[in-house]
T-cell receptor
Framework: GENVEQHPSTLSVQEGDSAVIKCTYS??????FPWYKQELGKGPQLIID?????GEKKDQRIAVTLNKTAKHFSLHITETQPEDSAVYFC?????????????FGKGTHLIIQP | SAVISQKPSRDICQRGTSLTIQCQVD?????MFWYRQQPGQSLTLIAT?????????ESGFVIDKFPISRPNLTFSTLTVSNMSPEDSSIYLC??????????FGPGTRLTVL
């Protein structure tokens, strides 16, 4: 099955700087990679995703890049703000594998320092 | 997206008892899942809730411990049976609205004493 590794486990950046979180996956057949943001006491919120037929996707201050050859994908947050502080999870899925759920990384605790 | 609600939002239970968690969606969805998030950990898929048939469980999870119902396309329940302190977790349901995109409910925070 799929195995997703995520790092770093904790990331502290100054407000206004950029943050990058990286994930690797093991199943070369995986073709869908979402990112979730989880604030304390809440369920995970889907913030951006990427499918294997593209290499990059942007949505305002958030971007995701995918390298299929190396089997890794990254989340980039620019101009970080205090409200970006949260735990971020990457995940992977093989859409051709039937009605399967997501395999999650262990999460990154992002801390935005004022 | 969709509005997903879970009941209860939290509970404290005694070991040996069972708790049933409800997940309600405001629109019909084809796919629903149940996940567990142990304290300070990531999410682990428990099972896929299949409408009108038995749930599909992941390795390490069994129907006797986590029976699941899915009577229609907007509702599902997960029961945590014969609970022990190791079952203390957040239990989350998720639904697929657009192809692949999963949206999560707010979670049920369970503490077993």
């Amino acid at each position: 099955g799929e195995n997703v590794e995520q790092h770093p486990s904790t990331l502290s950046v100054q407000e206004g700087d950029s943050a990058v979180i990286k994930c690797t996956y093991s199943d070369s057949a995986s073709n869908y990679f979402p990112w979730y943001k989880q604030e304390l006491g809440k369920g995970p919120q889907l913030i951006i995703d990427i499918r294997s037929n593209v290499g990059e996707k942007k949505d305002q201050r958030i971007a995701v890049t995918l390298n299929k050859t190396a089997k890794h994908f990254s989340l980039h947050i620019t101009e970080t703000q205090p409200e970006d502080s949260a735990v971020y999870f990457c995940a992977g899925k093989n859409s051709g594998g039937g009605a399967d759920g997501l395999t999650f990384g262990k999460g990154t605790h992002l801390i935005i320092q004022p | 997206s969709a509005v997903i609600s879970q009941k209860p939002s939290r509970d404290i239970c005694q070991r040996g008892t069972s708790l049933t968690i409800q997940c309600q969606v405001d629109s019909q969805v084809t796919m629903m899942f149940w996940y567990r998030q142990q304290p300070g950990q990531s999410l682990t898929l428990i099972a896929t809730a299949n409408q009108g048939s038995e749930a599909t469980y992941e390795s390490g999870f069994v129907i006797d411990k986590f029976p699941i119902s899915r009577p229609n396309l907007t509702f599902s329940t997960l029961t945590v049976s014969n609970m022990s302190p190791e079952d203390s977790s957040i239990y989350l349901c998720s639904v697929v609205i657009v192809v692949n995109e999963q949206f999560f409910g707010p979670g049920t925070r369970l503490t077993v004493l």
